[in-house]
T-cell receptor
């Protein structure tokens, strides 16, 4: 079984400030981990993914995430927030076991950027 | 390369009506999924398919049906629409490392 917890359903940051969105997971096998972004009235777009290579993963739009096995975490960061980063962000976990192709999603964190 | 496409974008149904949500992909992926998204609840898996002719239930299948006759298409059928089925529906496919690629969604209201 696998699960995802995103801490904070809403996060507000000032433009230019650090963005930190938290994600903790549980998985009985080595996980694959993902962050998705959803802009209003759109589908989910893949931001970045961890698939057991480098623990620090860089994604699109200046975002990155670090896989920490000891903390079962995969937090998303960006050094300087832009207004265009305002969106909802979803963390998801899949497992690397053969034949497993399902993802479990967190409930999402809505990011607001204050000018 | 269109990726994952969904039609219609919006639909209003009356209670008891039926409809089919269409999903098509040109990525040649075997795995396809239907999710519903409700505010504050994340995504819930309705049905998925591992290839043409093979489908299976997800977390919330009641009230829905699917079929998969080709690799490209994965329609979702609502037989007797209920207000509880008011939601945004997303279709997705799966790539090499379990990453999923989503369509733009269908916003359904049942009145």
């Amino acid at each position: 079984a696998q699960s995802v917890t995103q801490l904070g359903s809403h996060v507000s940051v000032s433009e230019g400030a650090l963005v930190l969105l938290r994600c903790n997971y549980s998985s009985s096998v080595p996980p694959y981990l993902f962050w998705y972004v959803q802009y209003p009235n759109q589908g989910l777009q893949l931001l970045l993914k961890y698939t057991s290579a480098a623990t620090l993963v860089k994604g699109i739009n200046g975002f990155e995430a670090e896989f920490k096995k000891s903390e079962t975490s995969f937090h998303l960061t960006k050094p300087s927030a832009h207004m265009s980063d305002a969106a909802e962000y979803f963390c998801a976990v899949g497992n690397s076991g053969a034949g497993s192709y399902q993802l479990t999603f967190g409930k999402g964190t809505k990011l607001s950027v204050i000018p | 390369n269109a990726g994952v496409t969904q039609t219609p974008k919006f639909r209003i149904l009356k209670i008891g009506q039926s409809m089919t949500l269409q999903c098509a992909q040109d990525m040649n992926h075997n795995y396809m999924y239907w999710y519903r998204q409700d505010p504050g609840m994340g995504l819930k898996l309705i049905y998925y398919s591992v290839g043409a002719g093979i489908t299976d239930k997800g977390e919330v299948p009641n009230g829905y049906n699917v079929s998969r006759s080709t690799t490209e298409d994965f329609p979702l059928r609502l037989e007797l629409a209920a207000p509880s089925q008011t939601s945004v529906y997303f279709c997705a496919t799966c790539g090499s490392y379990n990453e999923q690629f989503f369509g733009p969604g269908t916003r359904l209201t049942v009145l």
